[in-house]
Each structure stands twice: as C-alpha cells, then as structure tokens.
C-alpha cells in the first residue's frame, strides 16, 4: 500500500494542506489495489481539519489510525461501503465538528462518539442503523442529527432528559419505523426542524406544541389514529399543527360534563340529532377541503407536444458524469413576495441534502423560453470549455475554477475560517478531470456547467413561469431520477404555498420587465396557458439520446414520479 502512487496525499503532505478530497472511480481503484483499506501514509497529515473519502465501494473498513488526526473538524465518509466504524479511534477526534458517514452499510454508531465535544452535526442517513446509542446524548453541541433512511423503531429515553441535547435544532428521522414520539420531546428547547416522515407513528404528543423554537416539522407518512390531525399533516403549516395538538389532539375538550337530569337528557338527544344531521354535509365538507390541499402534478407526454426539445449526449461524457435526466415544468409562480428566494432556497437545501452536497448529482434550472434547443450535454477541455456564469463575464472553464479558488482562500483568510463555504467548497469535485462536463445549446453556448454553475443566459427571475431543469450524477441513472422526483415534489409544495398564502407584494427585481409586473399576481402559467390562482404544475417529457438519436431515457416515465403521499395526485 506504502508503494502505490497517492499524488493527492504527496501533495497535501508538501504543501501543508488542511483539506484533502479523496472520490470517485480511480480514488476506489487505488483501494481496491491496497485491500479496500486507505493508505498509511493519509494518518500522516496531521494538519488536516477537512478530510473526504467518498463514492469508494471498496472502502469497507477505516482503519484505527484515523484517530492520529487529532485536528480533524469535518470527517466526511459517505456513499462507501463501510460496516462500522473504529469506536476509540473516533473517540480520539476531540476537535470534530461534522461527521458524515451516510450512504453506508453501517448497523450502528460507536458510543464513543460521547467525548467529541465540539460535535455540531451527524449524517448517517441511509444506513441500516436499528439503534442509536443512547451516549449521543452526551454531545452537548450536537445541533444537527440527521438519521433518515434506515431501521430505527425509537429514539434513546436519554435523548429527551431536561438539560441533554438542548442544542440540537435539526431532527431527520424519516422513512424509518419509529412507533413512538416522547412527550419529553418538550425538553429540547432549541428544536427549530423534525422531520418524522414516513414512520410508524399512530399518534402525537401534545408536547410537541411545548417546543418553544419548532418552525419546521414534516410528519406526513404516518398512519395517525386521529385522521383530522393527519389530513392536516399534508396540508397545514406547521403552526396550526401545533395550535390544535395544543388544545389537545384527541378531540377531548374540558368542557361541562353534562348531569344526569332529563333537561340534561333531553338536551343530549337533541343534540346527537342535531350532530347527525349535520355529519354528512361535515364529512362532504371536509372531502372537499382534503381535495382542495391536494397537490396536482400534469405529465405531458412527448408525443402530445407539439414542440418536443431533445438532449443529445456524446460518448466523451461517460468518463466524466454519465447521468443525465431532464425535463419541463409549466406553471411556476415566483413573482409574489419571497416566492423566487424560497425556490433557490430549496434548491441549495437539496443540493446540501439528497445530492450530498452536489457529490452525488447535481440540479440545474434554466427559464425555458431563453433554452434554445435542441441540446448536447458534452464533455470539453478546461481550456476550451467557456461560459459566462451567473453574475459574471464569459471565462473558459480553467481560469474560472482558478479564479473562484482565489476567491476561496482569500475568503478563508479574511474570515479566518478552516473551511470554505458557498460554492467554493464544490471547486474540488473537478479536481483532476480532463474534461469537464457541460450542456450546449442550439447557438454552441454553455448553459450549464455542472457541479459549479449555470450559464447567466438562461438565469431564473421572478417573471420565470416555465422552465428546463437537469440532474447530473456520476453515481448513477437512478440517483437523477429520484432527486428530480424531489426536486418537483419540492417545486409543486412551494407553488401551492405561494397560492395559498395569497402574498401581495412582488418584490423588486432587476430582472424583471416593469411591464411584466402588472400581472405579478395570482397567475401561473399551465400547459402552456395562463391560469388565474390555480398552484397545478404541468411536467413535460423531455427525451434524451445517444448521438444517433437511439433513446436514452426519458423523464417522467411511468415508473417515476410515484411517490405514495396522500396529498399528491400525478395526472398522466
């Protein structure tokens, strides 16, 4: 192992790096040629304070020496295959912020984890975790414990002990099997965000509504005993969930009870005839309104649009980012109020989130009428590749990454930070590729480069109704899919948002025509048609192909987009 060729960690090692990225198919080769362990000479780097290895499936075990990397803040291990992980060695990483080891096979989490201190946030989503050690407790910094996708039926009692997490903000235990919620959850007070989709759950605490910071909760999924509390799962905002587990969720008032005197009788009976009547016009009224909270999605298919546009894909992108999916979605309102900033807001917390931080996939989203097709999604020299990225001049390919990289340092250096933030931190996704890849349109300009940006020819603005979205990924055809079915589900739930809230001020935006703002308001475009107050998205096949024209794939198929949610209609 001492002997293969690691030019990453020679390089780390002489220039005194703090950072060192270690991904991807030749990264896994090189594992694979050492025995699935990494090498030796990594635990030498003793200045390091950001350390990823991911996307290695040969990486079933980390060795014990990690733990000489006392200076370690982030440890990232995700998308491997690793089934544990060395328990006193990780205990050793006193100065550890951040440990992401999602994507795994891993069944459970070291109890050492308790003496790391300084630790904010955990990842081990998409494991096949059954248990969680109660000494995670222990971690008084613990902010952000995100343990979605795997086997848990419950949370450790210790969890929820006055005093214990009382910094954790972010809660993520969906698709999971946990039966119950504690109504000690109350003494978490620093809880902002819990999501407990896709559970077991048969019923709520009425605690919940103690959490003084809570802002954020998703529970839908969950089978409750109180069906009026689960259509409002799937339709409400968080707040008036919260407002009527307050007054107790069972229905049960602390109302009078009634005497047993034959007034009392009298006025019962009547009553119960009174309820009787009125029981079916109540359940007529409440289908109504669970309809009305539906989210509707249209699929238009190809061979009913007129205009079809087509990517086409060159042989050369295999080496690079194979995966592509695309599509069209007609009927986005981004005019009123933060409806735009909430969009891209979503997009960055999906970047972070299900495309482990643009290392899995990547979305891009253009306005459709500026996208001039059809396309080429191609891979190009650094020195040739050229783009005019958002907010900046045309630049080839190279000297962007070099100028955002000085960007980042001088960044890092003036906020003294260890690590760099914003898109900076994707820079090193390239690192060591010959080409780069990206889509072309119809004029020969990039509109996309993934990881790092989008063309500001075909930018998102407020007046934006229609528009070309794209996933990329190195991982896999399926990883784009099931990201572009978020992506949408994402899209249709902030739609239905700004509809529903009615906002009444189009913020001002330089992109946008004065003209186009006399209709800022309650109009969406669908199908190609304006519709007044209507949240109904429309999403259009887009097909892709080899460069023969031989079918690729194409998106929404039959099988995508199906997601079983209660507050979701697909109208294919």
Not at 269 to 274: A, L, P
Not at 313 to 320: E, G, I, S
Not at 414 to 420: A, E, G, L, T
Request: proline letters at 5%; charged letters at 25%.
């Amino acid at each position: 192992m001492e002997d293969c060729c690691w030019v990453e960690i020679e390089t780390a090692e002489r220039d005194k790096r703090r950072e060192l990225v270690l991904q991807g198919s030749k990264v896994d080769s090189r594992i694979r040629d050492g025995g699935g362990y990494l090498p030796p000479q990594l635990f030498r780097l003793s200045l390091l304070n950001y350390l990823e290895v991911s996307q290695c499936r040969s990486l079933q075990e980390l060795q014990p020496s990690i733990g000489s990397l006392t200076q370690l803040q982030s440890l990232i291990l995700c998308h491997n295959q690793l089934t544990a992980l060395p328990a006193a060695a990780l205990g050793q990483l006193r100065n550890l912020r951040v440990l992401d080891v999602s994507n795994n096979h891993l069944q459970c989490l070291p109890t050492e984890l308790r003496n790391l201190n300084e630790l904010n946030t955990i990842n081990a989503s998409c494991n096949r975790l059954q248990i969680l050690p109660a000494e995670l407790c222990m971690c008084q910094k613990l902010a952000v414990l995100n343990v979605s996708h795997n086997e848990l039926s419950r949370f450790p009692d210790e969890f929820f002990i006055a005093g214990r997490l009382s910094a954790l903000s972010t809660l993520s235990a969906s698709e999971n099997a946990i039966e119950e919620l504690p109504g000690d959850i109350c003494n978490l007070p620093s809880l902002k965000s819990l999501d407990l989709s896709s559970n077991k759950l048969s019923e709520l605490p009425s605690e919940l509504a103690d959490c003084p910071k809570l802002k954020e909760m998703n529970l839908k999924g969950n089978k409750l005993s109180d069906k009026r509390l689960e259509k409002m799962l799937n339709g409400c905002q968080t707040k008036a969930i919260l407002d009527y587990l307050r007054a107790g969720h069972h229905g049960k008032g602390k109302g009078k009870v009634a005497g047993s005197s034959k007034e009392d009788l009298k006025e019962k009976d009547r009553r119960k005839k009174k309820d009787k009547r009125l029981k079916g016009v109540q359940n007529e009224e409440e289908d109504q309104v669970e309809e009305l909270n539906k989210l509707v999605i249209r699929v238009l298919h190809i061979s009913e649009s007129p205009s079809a546009l087509v990517v086409k894909v060159t042989p050369v992108v295999k080496d690079v980012r194979p995966y592509i999916v695309c599509c069209l979605v007609r009927g986005m309102n981004l005019k009123p109020g933060n409806a735009l900033k909430r969009f891209l807001a979503a997009q960055n917390k999906l970047h972070d989130e299900i495309c482990e931080k643009r290392t899995v996939a990547t979305i891009a989203t253009h306005e459709l009428k500026k996208v001039k097709g059809p396309l080429l999604y191609d891979a190009r020299p650094p020195q040739t590749l050229k783009i005019a990225p958002l907010g900046r001049n045309e630049v080839k390919a190279a000297n962007l990454l070099q100028q955002l990289k000085q960007e980042a340092e001088e960044l890092r250096k003036q906020k003294k930070r260890p690590n760099v933030s914003g898109l900076h931190k994707y820079l090193q996704l390239l690192d060591g590729k010959e080409n780069y890849p990206c889509v072309v349109d119809a004029d020969g300009d990039v509109i996309s480069f993934p990881p790092i940006t989008n063309s500001d020819k075909t930018k998102v603005s407020k007046t934006t109704t229609d528009l070309f979205m794209e996933v990329t990924s190195s991982v896999s055809l399926q990883v784009c899919k099931d990201v572009m079915d978020t992506l949408i589900l994402k899209m249709a739930e902030l739609n239905k948002f700004t509809f529903t809230n009615k906002e009444t001020e189009a913020s001002s935006d330089p992109e946008t025509d004065p003209a186009d703002l006399k209709s800022a308001l309650g109009e969406v475009t669908v199908g190609g048609s304006e519709q007044s107050g209507s949240p109904e998205l429309t999403v259009e096949q887009v097909r892709v192909v080899d460069i023969d024209g031989n079918l690729k794939v194409v998106y929404p198929a039959k099988t995508d987009l199906n997601m079983e949610l209660s507050y979701l209609t697909v109208v294919r």
